[in-house]
């Protein structure tokens, strides 16, 4: 969640001249509260300066990551394709709607929003990662490995997407493979795929972690 945050602090300048000093110290009390893990209390503070100024895309997107951390999943979607609407080529508000709907199990039109995010801006890994992981649940695991070798190549240290690639891999009965990925993602901090070297990989030497 923290790079979530990180994107609102990158565009909150932009939104910085159309704010009164109340305004401004009541959002930086609502995100001290996000910070601390508050978010109950943060959305009050948050609906009091949406509703004053409805359009201001700062407090918006303050407010969606604050519902989506409630679990108020349908709401977070409401809030971000409110932003998406108001700044169309902003990829961020497109891959939240996804990963909103993707709680909720809306398989289908999780994958569709990560879609047409990584068709807005194909550079963040997180992108990837995020639709072959659905790929993967839905057992389309060519296209799986294919995001999640997109994600690896432009995070090369993301231990998640080395993993999740090791059991698509093994999956398609490619155990070689597989355990490359999962030796790999261990070094790098996986602890879970320590056990599923553990249970697939005793044979093959080439699989050896670090200790």
Not at 84 to 92: A, M, T, V
Not at 114 to 141: P, S, V, W
Not at 188 to 198: A, E, F, P, V, W
Request: hydrophobic fraction near 40%.
């Amino acid at each position: 969640m923290t790079y979530r945050l990180a994107v609102a602090f990158l565009l909150i300048s932009a939104g910085l001249s159309a704010q009164t000093k109340e305004e401004v110290a009541l959002n930086n009390l609502a995100i001290s509260l996000m910070d601390e893990g508050n978010y109950k209390e943060a959305l009050i503070h948050l609906d009091k300066l949406t509703a004053a100024s409805g359009n201001n895309f700062v407090y918006r997107y303050n407010r969606a990551v604050t519902l989506f951390n409630l679990k108020q999943y349908q709401e977070a979607i409401k809030e971000y394709k409110f932003l998406h609407e108001l700044i169309p080529d902003q990829s961020e508000y497109v891959f939240q709607i996804g990963n909103a709907y993707e709680q909720i199990d809306s398989v289908e039109q999780a994958t569709d929003f990560y879609t047409q995010a990584i068709n807005m801006d194909a550079d963040h890994f997180i992108y990837f990662f995020k639709r072959g992981t659905i790929l993967l649940k839905q057992n389309k695991l060519q296209e799986a490995v294919a995001d999640f070798t997109s994600s690896i190549a432009l995070n090369p240290k993301h231990h998640n997407s080395l993993h999740n690639r090791g059991i698509t891999f093994y999956k398609l009965g490619q155990e070689s493979k597989a355990c490359a990925d999962w030796c790999q993602s261990f070094q790098l901090g996986n602890t879970y795929s320590k056990s599923h070297i553990d249970q697939n990989c005793s044979k093959i030497q080439a699989c050896v972690p670090s200790k």
